[in-house]
């Protein structure tokens, strides 16, 4: 599967409060720009994960990318290690 997200830029971004997720409340305002990411869905044919990136590299655990958060979540939920 092949989705393609639009891009945004955040004008004026104020954190009100990090929440007890880890995550940050936040005020912005979104301004879409005519651009778009690429994701690229591929089941592996051993069912193992694994997650890629192309770009600016960002030096960081790769747990805390958002994309492997949804899919750790949705991993737990309907068991997907057994596909």
Same mark, same amino acid.
């Given at each position: 599967?092949?989705?393609?997200?639009?891009? %945004?830029?955040?004008?004026? &971004?104020?954190?009100?409060?990090?929440? +007890?997720?880890?995550?940050?409340?936040?005020? +912005?305002?979104?301004?879409?720009?005519?651009?778009?990411?690429? &994701?690229? @869905? @591929?089941?592996?044919?051993?069912? &193992?994960?694994?997650?890629?990136?192309?770009?600016? %590299?960002?030096? +960081?655990?790769?747990? $805390?990318?958002?994309?492997?958060?949804?899919? $750790?979540?949705?991993? %737990?939920?309907?068991?997907? +290690?057994?596909?």
């Amino acid at each position: 599967m092949i989705s393609f997200p639009n891009c %945004k830029i955040n004008i004026g &971004l104020y954190v009100i409060n990090k929440r +007890t997720d880890g995550f940050h409340n936040i005020e +912005t305002i979104f301004y879409p720009v005519n651009i778009n990411d690429a &994701l690229d @869905i @591929i089941k592996s044919p051993d069912g &193992l994960f694994s997650f890629q990136t192309s770009g600016i %590299k960002v030096e +960081t655990n790769i747990e $805390r990318n958002l994309v492997v958060k949804a899919y $750790r979540l949705l991993e %737990k939920e309907y068991n997907l +290690t057994h596909c």
